[in-house]
């Protein structure tokens, strides 16, 4: 086996797409350790996967929200470990019957997928905790799903404001204990990238 296979810690570099599925059934076997990343439409999901894998064209970005529209699974150099890029939510332009199919795919993927080890909820640091943000920090709460947030697009803050605003979510979210991690980012500034990189090796490593 390639020894890069068997080492302790992941290289993130190391990310290489795997495939892309419309349904549960097209994910890969559920097995292993996976972390998936959530948030709004347009909140910065695919960017900040590219950031932590310093690898811009892993994950397609896009101005027009909405771009992720399927489940994309990323492999590691660790064994049977993935990122996983969701679509995102609340995207207005699309049609009823579009959103809630979506939705229901996310649901599947997040009430069935046993191999989750934790998620990853991106959202805008102009905008935090929208009803859908609040509605998955409730789902990881009631599923005992570790939590990690990442207050992005920083750079768009003076450092002062931008505090303000960590300060102000973590005084809505001090009662969950799900929440592991609260890290203020951007992908631009590359803020907070090191920090992140660290949580998520040690949720894909702890066995
Ligand atoms: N200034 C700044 N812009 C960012 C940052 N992260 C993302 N953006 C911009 O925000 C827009 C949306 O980013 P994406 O990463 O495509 O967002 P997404 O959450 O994957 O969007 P969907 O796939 O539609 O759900 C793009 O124009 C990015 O360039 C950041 O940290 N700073
Ligand atoms: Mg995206």
Redesign the pocket.
Known sequence: MDPDLTQKSVSFNSARFLISASRLNECPPDSGAEIAFA??????????LNTITANGKL?R???T????RLINFFSLNREDCRLV?L??YG?AKVSRDMKDDWQQHLGHYLNDRRCLRGLVL?MDIRHPLTDFDQMMVEWCEHNRLPLMILA?????LKFGQAKTAMLGIAKKLENYQCLEHLIM????SKRGVEECREALNDWLTAS
Request: charge should be positive; proline fraction near 6%.
């Open positions: 948030g709004r439409s347009n909140a910065g999901k695919s960017s900040a994950a970005t896009s101005k929200p909405g771009r992720t890029d679509p995102g995207y991106v992005t697009k920083a750079d768009k980012f951007s992908a631009t």
